[in-house]
């Protein structure tokens, strides 16, 4: 639990003490599925080492991908990612690491009870809807080449992370469009 202590470092010593105590740590290998789509999800969720991508899949099994995570973050809360306790999406390892959990009502109950807590919930939750409202205007009003100057901003050292048709595929073109654009920027 090491690594939550960055995600933490904006609480005083007594609530972040709290949450480290809430939060349960585990190893997940690469390739495991964190939460599934129309499954159940209860769970708010931290990164704390590897790689995840979330993913949306329409009838036809075509993944569009949502997020991208590198350790260490917070994944998208809870109340962004799910609806009456049913998963909006999909969140897999791309690489071996550790997440920790905690189910999202009882972090709401400390909310409560602790006005710092509180704030690091609401500043989790208000930095989810600025990049969402990022991402969504990037993808409505920017053609291709410009979509991936923004991302390659927003997110610097992603493209050496993450997979490029994960990266593609959130950028909303195909990998051959990613890659050309890539070779042409250089």
């Not at 090491?2 to 003490?17: E, I, M, Q, V, Y």
């Not at 997940?28 to 789509?37: F, L």
């Not at 901003?153 to 195909?174: C, D, K, R, S, V």
Request: hydrophobic fraction near 50%; charged fraction near 20%; include cysteine.
């Amino acid at each position: 639990m090491d690594r939550a202590n960055c995600l933490l470092s904006s609480l005083p010593a007594g609530p972040a003490a709290q949450l480290r105590a809430a939060f349960r740590a585990a190893y997940v290998p690469q390739a495991a599925v964190i939460v599934e789509q129309g499954g159940p999800s209860e769970d708010e969720i931290l990164l704390l080492a590897g790689l995840a991508a979330a993913h949306i899949s329409d009838p036809d099994g075509r993944r569009i991908c949502t997020g991208l995570f590198a350790a260490p973050c917070i994944v998208t809360p809870h109340i962004a990612r799910t609806q009456d306790g049913i998963s909006h999406v999909t969140i897999e390892m791309l690489a071996p690491g550790a997440v920790a959990r905690l189910p999202a009502s009882r972090l709401q109950d400390l909310m409560v009870a602790d006005a710092d807590i509180r704030a690091w919930g609401n500043a989790a939750l208000h930095a989810e809807l600025v990049a969402r409202s990022a991402r969504e205007w990037a993808l409505a009003a920017l053609p291709a080449k410009e979509r991936l100057i923004w991302f390659r901003q927003a997110h610097p050292g992603a493209e050496g992370q993450f997979p490029h048709h994960l990266i593609a595929a959130y950028l909303g073109m195909t990998p051959v469009t990613l890659s050309r654009l890539r070779k042409a920027a250089g």
